[in-house]
T-cell receptor, first 111, second 113 residues
Framework: QKEVEQNSGPLSVPEGAIASLNCTYS??????FFWYRQYSGKSPELIMF????GDKEDGRFTAQLNKASQYVSLLIRDSQPSDSATYLC???????????FGQGTELSVKP | ETGVTQSPTHLIKTRGQQVTLRCSSQ?????VSWYQQALGQGPQFIFQ???????GRGNFPPRFSGLQFPNYSSELNVNALELDDSALYLC????????????FGPGTRLTVT
């Protein structure tokens, strides 16, 4: 079992819709969780991180963490074609420590 | 404030050769981590350096080694290159620990033939 698992997709949503990206993790020792966006041929770009149960909002993005279910999600509201990218979920055991990544979910936003 | 930079951008090497990849941390960041990303996969942690000392290592063989310099720039060295070493190599820097945020450089694309 992989430590961090994501559905590889592709996930296709129409422009303006809500995109929902999901991630599960196996190690209950994981403390913090990250969402990175990676455009084709580019490096990962940090969107946001979360370490407390519940929701964390930043603009059009909302991260959700449920430690009991070992589940992390990212919601993108009002999806735009420019959001089309691979979204990487990662966990960490401590602040600044190594990141354990899932394989990424490819998102396609259709105009 | 400058971001994380890496050099070279692309590199082609032959199996058995050695390679050195370089990373300059973002200003004010004293922690650097290196990751390997194979095509279609998420990045895999190689190791991390904090104030010139190795601060954690992933499941990579000893032929992967690193250095961090007093100015917090870093090198990744890979000896005896294998075909499977072909990947995007990423470095990420972060501020004085504890810090949640790690910022990635543009990466070095290594091809081993």
């Amino acid at each position: 079992q992989k430590e961090v698992e994501q559905n590889s997709g592709p996930l296709s949503v129409p422009e303006g819709a809500i995109a929902s990206l999901n991630c599960t993790y196996s190690d209950r020792g994981s403390q913090s969780f990250f969402w990175y966006r990676q455009y084709s041929g580019k490096s990962p770009e940090l969107i946001m991180f979360i370490y407390s149960n519940g929701d964390k909002e930043d603009g059009r993005f909302t991260a959700q963490l449920n430690k009991a279910s070992q589940y992390v999600s990212l919601l993108i509201r009002d999806s735009q074609p420019s959001d089309s990218a691979t979204y990487l979920c990662a966990s960490s055991y401590n602040q600044g420590g190594k990141l354990i990544f899932g394989q990424g979910t490819e998102l396609s936003v259709k105009p | 404030e400058t971001g994380v930079t890496q050099s070279p951008t692309h590199l082609i090497k032959t199996r058995g050769q050695q390679v050195t990849l370089r990373c300059s941390s973002q200003s004010g960041h004293n922690t650097v981590s290196w990751y390997q990303q194979a095509l279609g996969q998420g990045p895999q942690f190689i190791f991390q350096y904090y104030r010139e000392e190795e601060n954690g290592r992933g499941n990579f063989p000893p032929r992967f080694s690193g250095l961090q310099f007093p100015n917090y720039s870093s090198e990744l060295n890979v000896n005896a290159l294998e075909l499977d070493d072909s990947a995007l190599y990423l470095c990420a820097s972060s501020e004085t620990q504890p810090s949640y945020e790690q910022y990635f450089g543009p990466g070095t694309r290594l091809t081993v033939t």
